[in-house]
C-alpha cells in the first residue's frame, strides 16, 4: 500500500489523502498516516522543478567522468553535494566511472567543462552531452503498481497545461516566492502558502495554478525506485539515425520502465535510465524494445552501481 499511495503522489503529488484512499480503497486516515511516516523518514519528499530552458536557468549537460583511482565515493558525493548536480551516479563499465546530470548556466563554464569540474581535480570528464530535448524526465516517471482506472482517477484532478505553451516564460517575483515554497514543500497547503505570501487562498491557488498551466514549473515526487520495486537500474546511450530519433525517443519515453529519455549533442545522441524489477530484466528490456529498432547504430549500456544524492538545481531564473 506505501507503493500504491507513492505511485499515486508521483502522478499526482498534490492529491489530497482523501481522494488518494477513496481511489486506491484505503481509509484517509490510513493513507495520512503512512505519508506522514515516509515523509518523516526521508523515504520519500515532494518538490517543484523549473523548466529550466523556457525560464531561461540555463541549458543541462550530461557528463561522463572518470574519479582517480581510490577517489570514486569522494568524487560522488563531492558532485552530488553541488547546487547544481541534477543526478549522480557511479556506473559498471570501467573503474571509476560517474554519470553527472548537471545545470550549465553560461557558455563559458560549458566550454570550461572540457577541461574538467572546477575544484574537483580527482575528476577526469571524458564527455560532455549538451540537453537538446528532454523527451522524459525522472519527474514524470511513476511506478507502474496502479491500475489503469486508478491512474486515470488520479489524473482527474491534475492541473491541465495550456494548449499551446510560449517559448519562453518568464516568472515574476511573485512567481518565484510561490515556487520556492513548493520547491521546499509541492504538497503545502494553499492555507498556509497563503500565510507565507500575504494572499488570499483563493490568489494562492491561481498562482499556483498559473505555473502549472503554463508549465514553468512541474512538480514532483522524489522517491528512491528501489523503494517502489525497481531497484535494477541502467544507464543507455544510443546512437540513432537522425531521421528516427523521434520514433525511438518516443518509443522508449512510453514505456513504463524508462525513467528518462533525452536527446543530446554527440556521437551518441540519446540518453536514456531504466528502472526495473531485477538486473537480469535488463536484458529483455534491449531485445524486446531496442532490437527491433531498425534506426538503432550502436548502444552502450551500463548499470548503475549507487546513486548519489542530488541538489535542486537553482533556485530562481536569471536575470
Known sequence: MDQRIVAALQINPRAGV?????ILGEHERSVARRLQR?????IVRFTAEYDRARCRLGRTAWLRLKARPGCLEAVGDALARRERALGVASVSGAAGLLWCELVVPTQPLLHALAEGVPDLPDAEVLDVCVTLRPF??????????LTDEEEKLVRASLVRPLPVLADRDDPTPTDQRVATLLRDNARISLTELARELGFSTATAGRRVASLLERRALRLRTVVDP?????????????????????KV???????????SCTA???????????????????YGFLVELLGPAEDLLDLDT?????????????DAPHC
Not at 543530446?264 to 535488463?282: F, H, I, K, Q, S
Not at 551500463?302 to 537553482?314: D, E, H, I, Q
Request: proline share 6%; aromatic share 8%.
Open 38 to 42: 515516509l515523509t518523516a523518514l526521508g
Open 302 to 314: 551500463a548499470l548503475v552501481t549507487r546513486a548519489y544524492g542530488f541538489g535542486s538545481g537553482p
Open 264 to 282: 543530446v549533442t554527440g556521437a551518441y545522441n540519446l540518453l536514456a535510465e531504466v528502472c526495473l524489477p531485477r538486473e537480469a530484466d535488463v
Open 226 to 246: 528501489a523503494r517502489l520495486g525497481r531497484p535494477a537500474r541502467a544507464l543507455l546511450r544510443l546512437k540513432v539515425r537522425p531521421g528516427g530519433v523521434e
Open 136 to 145: 522524459k524526465t525522472g519527474a514524470e516517471w511513476y511506478a507502474p503498481v
Open 18 to 22: 482523501a481522494e488518494a484512499g477513496r
Open 249 to 259: 525517443s518516443t518509443a522508449l519515453a512510453g514505456h513504463r520502465d524508462v525513467y
